[in-house]
């Protein structure tokens, strides 16, 4: 079957799943997903056997750092995933919540109720916990799931899908509602991205190259964020410590995610106290760091000077853009000008300057006194996240289970006419 071909079968039959899913009731869709995290745990020594096959052909092929440590799955990960559908399982169904009732002059009462999407088609690089996430997700929230990972996690997939339709056979769910393409031709991306009839929303998950890809070819409306430029701003009224443990967690907790901190910008009064402690632990943990004029005054030539360029990039690596900055203004204008929306952070110990940096900072993510590596859908209590979304419209910072539905006018009558 050629993949036009293959991927009209995948689309018909997510949207005859859609319907079954949408219709299920919660208990139906906690014992499928409770089913699915019996079923990593019991085998995760298939996965992480599947996983290490992608891991040498990654490294064979010369990967990035960042993406071959984003793929790999360990027990502890398998664990993890399993973990994150129980959460998803515990959490209240959206599905059919009805609110904001209010009676019109006529006589009838008009309110909203929640609803599915209906078929949510996912593109991601790496990351297979993202299979299980997204499967998850898209199923508590009513949702057909057309899934598309990475080539170089197709081994690692398939095992988690096999899991997958067995939960969902365990409940009576058709194998429909979740969908793991089984062809790595990247043909199947642009046929997925231009199937209106089948495919309601495209939610991408990778670099900056792929998310604008899929939004160029797009048909069908995607939800998105291109990059995760994210700032930590050190006021001078920060409390040094708090400073400091954030500072060093934002950056040096994981370099290849899309929250971690990649600018540090810091109070004039502040820098030359908190800049060359953060330095040397940076220097410690392997970092460079690319520094304005003033960095590079306090911190010597050892700091590169940095470009224009710097101050737009996701590095994911252990690279580090410093900026000193006069005050709160001048980093609320660094941020809104150079960051990418995603996730800001301020230290500070001053209520009105805190008020002022979450009031002000135009991103889907703001934080007072907190690492930028919270901004997570497991961190928010979301169970896991189907992405990260930039965008103002609909759905933004992460996605969970209210992301992945909709609201519709709902009027209830007694007989009424309108006159």
């Not at 139906?28 to 096959?53: F, G, P, S």
């Not at 309110?111 to 299979?131: A, D, F, H, Q």
Request: net charge negative; proline share 3%; aromatic share 6%.
């Amino acid at each position: 079957m050629n993949v036009h071909d293959y991927m009209q079968q995948v689309g018909r039959a997510a949207r005859a799943a859609s319907r079954a899913i949408a219709r299920a009731d919660t208990n139906q869709k906690n014992r499928a997903l409770l089913a699915i995290a019996d079923a990593l745990e019991r085998d995760h020594e298939k996965l992480v056997t599947a996983n290490m096959q992608d891991l040498a052909a990654a490294e064979k092929a010369g990967l990035e750092a960042a993406l071959v440590d984003r793929l790999a799955i360990t027990e502890a990960t398998v664990r993890s995933m399993a973990e994150g559908l129980r959460q998803i399982a515990a959490l209240p169904d959206p599905v059919g919540e009805m609110d904001d009732f209010t009676f019109r002059p006529s006589g009838i009462q008009l309110g909203k109720m929640r609803v599915p999407l209906g078929v949510v088609g996912i593109i991601y690089e790496s990351r297979p916990n993202v299979t299980a996430d997204a499967a998850g997700l898209c199923l508590k929230s009513g949702n057909a799931a057309i899934l598309r990972g990475g080539s170089e996690a197709f081994h690692s997939n398939q095992a988690i899908a096999a899991c997958v339709h067995e939960g969902l056979a365990v409940a009576g769910l058709p194998a429909g509602v979740v969908q793991i393409l089984e062809t790595t031709d990247r043909a199947a991306v642009t046929e997925l991205v231009t199937m209106p009839e089948y495919v309601d929303v495209i939610v991408p998950r990778g670099g900056k190259g792929l998310i604008e890809r899929i939004s160029l070819e797009a048909r069908v409306p995607v939800i998105k964020h291109l990059h995760g430029n994210c700032h930590v701003y050190i006021d001078d009224t920060a409390n040094p410590d708090k400073a400091f443990n954030i500072a060093i967690n934002a950056k040096t907790h994981r370099y290849g995610t899309c929250n971690t901190m990649e600018s540090l910008l810091v109070h004039e009064a502040f820098a030359e106290f908190i800049l060359p402690r953060l330095a040397e632990a940076y220097w410690e943990k392997g970092v460079e760091l690319r520094g304005c004029d003033r960095t590079r005054a306090i911190l010597g030539d050892k700091v590169v000077p940095a470009t224009a360029e710097d101050w737009e990039t996701e590095y994911l690596a252990p690279i580090l853009a410093v900026k000193v900055v006069r005050d709160l203004d001048e980093a609320i204008e660094h941020i809104n000008a150079h960051g990418s929306h995603h996730t800001d952070a301020v230290v500070t110990e001053d209520y009105g300057r805190a008020r002022r940096f979450l009031r002000e900072v135009d991103s889907a993510s703001v934080m007072v006194n907190a690492s930028t590596r919270f901004a997570d859908g497991f961190e928010y209590g979301l169970g896991a996240e189907i992405g990260i979304s930039t965008d103002k419209i609909h759905a933004r910072g992460p996605v969970g289970l209210e992301g992945l539905t909709s609201q519709k006018w709902v009027v209830l009558g007694d007989g009424q006419i309108r006159q």
